[in-house]
Every structure is written in C-alpha cells, then in structure tokens.
C-alpha cells in the first residue's frame, strides 16, 4: 500500500491567497484526520470524518478553514484567505474503526508570505 | 477530556544507555495508548500501541512501553539507544478507538550523545 499520500509537500503563498491542501486515505480506511502542527502549539485535532462525513470541525482554528470528503478516497482542507499565522506543516491520517490504528502522510508545509 | 502529559521536553542520553520518555494521560474511559517518533521535515511513524491486551507493549526497533491503570502512565523505553533514534517523540491518546482523533503530548526531543 502507498500509504497516505499528501500534495502538495510544500506551499509558499501570499498573504490572501487561497490554499488547498490535499489527501488521499488508504484504501478501506474509513476515518480521515486532519491536524496541524506548529512549534508553539504542537500537534492539534482540526478536523475529522468517519465514512465521509465530517464528525467533529471543533478544532478549526476559524471560518476561513474549510474541509471536504467528497468520497472514501479524497479530502481536500482549504484556506480562505490564508493569512502568515497559518504557516504550518499539516497532516493528513486515516485509520480503520476497530484497527486501532492511525496512519499519518507525510504533511505539507504551508509557510504563508 | 483526555489529555497527555510528556514530562522533559528535552532529553539527552548517551549511546548504549537505557532511555525512558515519560508520559501521563487522563482518559474518562479505557484509553488506547500510542507512541510515535517523527524524525526532521517527516510524518509521524507509530513505534507500538495499547489497546486494552497485554499492559507491557512491544514496538519496532528494540522499543516498550507499559501501560500502568494505578499511575495513569505509558513510559516509553528502549534498553540500547542508538544514533538513529534521535527524534522527537510523541505520546498520544484515544478514546475511540480509531474512529476518534488522536490527543497528542507536547513531545519529547531525545538527543543522543556520542
């Protein structure tokens, strides 16, 4: 399995600008997370899905973050406008109910200019 | 709530020596327990889990962990440490099971001196 797989690694964008990051699940896992990571507050729950549906958004930090699962094998977390404070790396994870396990992608870096 | 506590934000040992990483958590319910290390500009790479079988965890690579109820603990340990296992490392707590999300400590940075 090719694991989570995340695009892009790196962003560079400008301050307004609208960002998306993307992730794709592996296949058969049917939970999805996303999480932020900064030195100042460490790694942090945005936001996640059980079988595409979004279950808790508690932890997206504002309105201008957005996440989608249009299906099992797709999320797409948007910023809009991004702003610098958003500089950060960002992980995507999915695991499977009942596997007691959670598999991290490799992150984007997003650093906001 | 849950929430997990890594005492030492730094710790240096040298190369050969036992090392442990501390970590406490809080749970309302049994807890699912998780290591991970995440090596410079990586992903996170899970060492080993608990879920509610043998309180004395084996990972990869030589690591253990032991899940203690009385102390609310998972202390990491790993009897050799090597060069390559300098990282950071991250405690991190589950209430769900896999269909919840994973509440991280702060992490631990394990230097190894030569």
């Known amino acids: 399995d090719a694991g989570v797989i995340q695009s892009p690694r790196h962003e560079v964008t400008e301050m307004g600008q609208e960002v998306t990051l993307r992730c794709k699940p592996i296949?058969?896992?049917?939970?999805l997370f996303w999480y932020r990571q900064t030195m100042m507050r460490g790694l942090e729950l945005l936001i996640y899905?059980?079988?595409?549906?979004?279950?808790?958004d508690s932890g997206m930090p504002e309105d201008r973050f957005s996440a989608k699962m249009p299906n099992a094998s797709f999320s797409t977390l948007k910023i809009q406008p991004s702003e610098p404070r958003d500089s950060a790396v960002y992980f995507c994870?999915?695991?499977?109910?009942?596997?007691?396990?959670?598999?991290f992608g490799s992150g984007t870096r997003l650093t906001v200019v | 709530a849950q929430s997990v506590t890594q005492l030492g934000s730094h710790v240096s040992v040298s190369e050969g020596a036992l090392f442990l990483l501390r970590c406490n958590y809080s749970s309302s319910v049994p807890p699912y327990l998780f290591w991970y290390v995440q090596y410079p500009n990586q992903g996170l790479q899970l060492l080993l889990k608990y879920t509610s079988a043998a309180t004395l965890v084996k990972g990869i690579n030589g690591f253990e962990a032991e899940f203690k109820k009385s102390e609310t603990s998972f202390h990491l340990t790993k009897p050799s440490a090597h060069m390559s296992d300098a990282a950071e490392y991250f405690c991190?707590?589950?209430?769900?099971?896999?269909?919840?999300?994973?509440?991280f400590g702060k992490g631990t940075h394990l230097i190894i001196q030569p």
């Open positions: 296949s058969g896992h049917n939970s």
């Open positions: 899905f059980n079988n595409n549906v979004p279950i808790d």
């Open positions: 991190a707590v589950s209430e769900g099971g896999g269909a919840d999300g994973l509440t």
């Open positions: 994870a999915s695991s499977e109910t009942g596997n007691y396990g959670y598999t």
